[in-house]
């Protein structure tokens, strides 16, 4: 452990030294530190000519202008009173200040209209969710009924099938396929003989009716 403490103690001292030889040379690189001078011509500066058609057309703007005047003042020769906008340019900055940047009042109160709204919309999605709960029990009482009828059609058309099946093989002798012709000509006949039979026991019915009427009138 003594030894490890050592070692320790004599990395922190090399590290020192070595940091103060570093430092002097740092220093004096700094000392010697000669930037270049920014070269700008006060005496004879650029000044475009805006009524020469040599002049590039970005050299005759406003904008170029006012970095003009930033860069040598009034020997740039730009009147100080152009550099302000218009007062149609003011307006319109003034009206981009205003959406942008708007008073603290028209913030808070842009951020409770959107909380009204978000509030709102949650209330009435809400609402519609407890509705369709409320209609659940009956949207699935109806799912049901539709299921068991849809089952109860199924049997029963079976039953109608093999029936006809039977039917056609005690008619002709063997089984027909139900997509023939042979066999919808066959169902064809037994549908019009079941009207018929229909219409006979109706009208059987309806005289029946009248007679017992007739007979409850004579006496």
Same mark, same amino acid.
């Given at each position: 452990m003594a030894a490890s403490l050592l070692s320790r103690r004599t990395a922190l001292m090399l590290g020192v030294s070595k940091l103060n030889s570093f430092l002097p040379a740092v220093v004096q690189q700094i000392a010697n530190y $000669?930037? #270049?001078?920014?070269?700008? =011509?006060i005496k004879n500066p650029y000044i475009p000519n805006k009524e020469s058609e040599k002049t590039p057309e970005w050299q005759k703007t406003d904008?170029?202008?006012? #970095? %003009?005047?930033g860069r040598y003042g009034s020997v740039s020769g730009v009147d100080p009173a152009k550099l302000w906008p218009s007062p149609a340019r003011l307006e319109e900055l003034m009206a981009e200040e205003r959406e942008w940047h708007p008073p603290i009042e028209v913030m808070l109160? $842009?951020? *409770? *209209?959107?909380?009204?709204?978000?509030?709102?919309?949650?209330m009435e999605?809400?609402?519609?969710? *407890?509705? =369709?709960? *409320?209609k659940m029990p009956k949207m699935i009482a109806d799912w049901k009924k539709q299921k068991r009828e849809t089952k109860q059609k199924q049997r029963e058309e079976k039953v109608k099938r093999d029936k006809l099946l039977a039917e056609a093989r005690e008619r002709f002798g063997y089984a027909l396929d139900p997509r023939s012709a042979k066999f919808k000509e066959m169902v064809t006949e037994i549908e019009k003989e079941e009207k018929k039979? #229909?219409?006979? %026991?109706?009208?059987?019915? #309806?005289?029946?009716?009248? /007679?017992? /009427?007739?007979a409850e009138s004579s006496q």
């Open positions: $000669n930037p #270049r001078p920014l070269w700008l =011509n904008k170029y202008e006012r #970095r %003009l005047f109160e $842009n951020i *409770a *209209a959107r909380e009204r709204e978000k509030q709102q919309k949650r999605r809400e609402k519609i969710i *407890a509705a =369709n709960m *409320a039979k #229909r219409k006979l %026991l109706k009208r059987r019915k #309806r005289e029946e009716e009248q /007679g017992t /009427g007739t």
